[in-house]
């Protein structure tokens, strides 16, 4: 196995365990608060990692800092703030379809912006995965209305968020390490987070041990191992290849949902897998 590929496994199943551990930090704490905690967490850690102390970027030009910037806004801040917003608007069922939309436009626009190939089989193995994430995100029903196309916009607008994010670390990552762009562009996102946590929500600070212990698993796992990894997994593989792997993500979130929340799994759960995972081999072999 490829280490981008286990990069990506490791990443896909952290982000898809980390919807029990949101769904249980919600219970007390507003989302865009819970956004901001659990990248505050991330930080320490991604800088001790670096070995570096805060304000000593050393190997970071000047000439940086506004990539630097971008990365937090569209893949901390934006990413987070369209998704949690969105899902206030919108069905679950839906909002989980377009977000499961972003391997389909990552691989869009790395050939249009980037210049990857996409072929053929990997064409198909996205229409047979995508295939296969609608099965299993709708198969308690969806109901696509009006009432809920304002969700649906913004909701997309965290696609388009993770989108930007992936195809410029790319090509940042021809000028600096995985974990600086990680390190420096979660810091700045947690910054655009704060202000927006202090006007919306008043920044409630939790106080159940659950609320603290779903933040930590956030921040270590999800934020810091995971973004980590992506970024360390795009600087060995072509955007649109990393982007099949979130295609996971659904599939492990409701297997998770299933193991410690009680949620039901059918049929459709285990044909709507076995679609994703065909799909991915096709994609990647």
């Known amino acids: 196995m490829k280490k981008s590929a286990l990069y990506l496994l490791i990443t896909v199943f952290f982000w898809g365990t980390s919807f029990i551990f ?11 608060t819970l956004a901001f905690l659990r990248f505050a967490i991330a930080i320490p850690l991604l800088f001790l990692l ?11 030009e000047k000439r940086e800092w506004g990539s630097l910037l971008f990365l937090g806004l569209t893949g901390v801040t934006l990413y987070h703030l369209f998704q949690n917003v969105g899902m206030g608007y919108t069905s679950a069922s839906e909002s989980s379809v377009i977000i499961a939309s972003n391997p389909v436009f990552i691989a869009l626009f790395s050939r249009i912006l980037l210049g990857e190939r996409l072929s053929k089989t990997k064409a198909s193995g996205i229409l047979i995965a995508f295939t296969g994430v609608v099965l299993v995100v709708l198969r308690e029903g969806a109901s696509f209305g009006s009432p809920s196309f304002l969700g649906d916009l913004i909701c997309l ?11 410029y670390t790319k ?61 360390r997994a795009l600087s060995e593989t072509t955007a ?8 996971l993500i659904p599939v492990i979130a409701s297997a998770f949902a299933f193991i410690f ?25």
């Open 22 to 32: 949101v769904k249980i930090g919600l219970e007390e704490v507003p989302p865009v």
């Open 50 to 60: 670096m070995r570096r102390p805060l304000g000593q970027p050393q190997s970071i």
């Open 157 to 167: 607008g965290s696609v388009f968020s993770w989108v930007a994010y992936s195809l």
């Open 171 to 231: 090509k940042r990552l021809l000028r600096s390490s995985p974990i600086e762009i990680t390190a420096y562009s979660t810091l700045f996102g947690m910054i655009f987070l704060a202000p927006i946590a202090l006007a919306i929500e008043g920044f409630a600070v939790p106080i159940l041990p659950s609320s603290w212990l779903s933040l930590v698993m956030l921040g270590v796992f999800s934020s810091a191992v995971g973004y980590l990894l992506w970024n």
């Open 240 to 247: 649109s290849e990393a982007g099949l792997y979130l295609f």
């Open 261 to 285: 929340l009680g949620e039901r799994l059918d049929g459709l759960f285990f044909i709507g897998s076995a679609l994703v995972i065909m799909g991915l081999v096709l994609s990647t072999r």
